[in-house]
């Protein structure tokens, strides 16, 4: 009688999510888009002191829209959450993160005190109280046919997000591979040019 063969295949792997703010996407290209076709006319036919502010305007205020829309991102995968914020790029094992919250803005928490702000994921208080107002109405929930099973309750945006890196979370974080420290860096593609904007244009008034 032979013994029963243990399973030999690699565990189940997870798709990769992605998390960004559609809105805050549309807004920065066309805020960036417009800022360019300024600072290009008055780079094309102003004053040779009007065209060294247009290009410290733009040195200053393009990085800064970029950082504040287009930048930001939260990924997560079986391993670890990467958080994408406007000056800085946060890489957390998950067996570092202590906790995900969403009150205000959404927010994650390490074992070792530190907390990171979500900016790729917004909270919106008035999106949170209409989803409660569907809620308690019983509407808002995908009905076909007056047998079917009402859904599960409705959420936010930004809280159905967050439960979803929770879940990741609790299925990742006893994991070999999601072990480890926080890792922290600082974006000088994005600071570089701003403070080199904001020295050019102080000087700029200054005269």
Not at 2 to 23: G, I, L, M
Not at 153 to 172: G, N, S, Y
Request: proline share 7%; hydrophobic share 45%; no cysteine.
């Amino acid at each position: 009688m032979t013994s029963p063969e243990r399973s030999t295949s690699p565990p189940q792997q997870y798709a990769e999510r992605s998390y960004r703010s559609p809105a805050a996407l549309v807004g920065g290209a066309l805020l960036i888009a417009l800022g360019l076709w300024l600072g290009a006319d008055a780079l094309l036919r102003g004053t040779p002191a009007t065209k060294l502010t247009a290009l410290f305007a733009l040195l200053f205020g393009v990085p800064l829209v970029a950082a504040f829309s287009l930048r930001p991102l939260v990924r997560a995968n079986e391993d670890r959450l990467l958080v994408r914020n406007p000056f800085r790029t946060i890489t957390l094992p998950w067996a570092a993160v202590e906790d995900l919250r969403a009150t205000f803005s959404a927010e994650v928490f390490t074992g070792a005190g530190a907390k990171y702000q979500l900016w790729a994921i917004p909270v919106s208080l008035r999106q949170r109280k209409k989803v409660a107002r569907q809620a308690a109405r019983g509407t808002g929930r995908p009905r076909f046919g007056l047998n079917a099973d009402a859904g599960p309750v409705p959420k936010a945006m930004a809280d159905q997000t967050l439960a979803e890196l929770h879940e990741i979370k609790d299925r990742a974080t006893h994991r070999e591979t999601a072990q480890g420290d926080p890792e922290v860096r600082w974006s000088y593609a994005i600071l570089a040019p701003s403070v080199v904007g904001a020295v050019g244009l102080a000087v700029m008034v200054a005269l």
